[in-house]
């Protein structure tokens, strides 16, 4: 069974830092995009950010640029966001997703695999 197991939310002040882990368990998603979702109450589901399988793309929603760095290290099969100076709207439920496939994409219908989430919850 494929799993993406998000760790590292957690409650931090606001201007604080983060790191979100994500491990897929169950098979490898090396060669596939990996991205991060976000959805606080009451909103739909948001871009974050996204890296191809070797880091030579990296996008990033509007909202976290300049503040949040997606990075992966396949040989750990692993997945990270580091969040740095956060704000009270960062406060979500922060998702992992495998895309389909190696192509570049932001749009969430094109993630196939999805971690159970992990909150994160920026306090002022």
């Known amino acids: 069974q494929v799993q993406l197991v998000e760790s590292g939310g957690g409650l931090v002040q606001t201007g604080g830092s983060l790191r979100l882990s994500c491990a897929p368990s169950?098979?490898?998603?090396?060669?596939?995009?990996m991205g991060w979702f976000r959805q606080a109450p009451g909103k739909e589901r948001e871009f974050v950010a996204a890296?191809?399988?070797?880091?030579?793309?990296?996008g990033y929603g509007n909202s976290v640029k300049g503040r949040f760095t997606i990075s992966r290290d396949n040989a750990k099969n692993t997945v990270y966001l580091q969040m740095n100076n956060l704000k009270s709207e960062d406060t979500a439920v922060y998702y992992c997703?495998?895309?389909?496939?190696?192509?570049?994409?932001?749009?969430?219908?094109?993630?196939?695999?999805w971690g159970q989430g992990t909150q994160v919850t920026v306090s002022s």
């Open positions: 169950g098979r490898s998603f090396s060669r596939n995009v």
């Open positions: 997703a495998a895309a389909r496939s190696a192509t570049y994409t932001y749009t969430s219908n094109q993630y196939a695999y």
């Open positions: 890296t191809t399988w070797d880091g030579s793309i990296t």
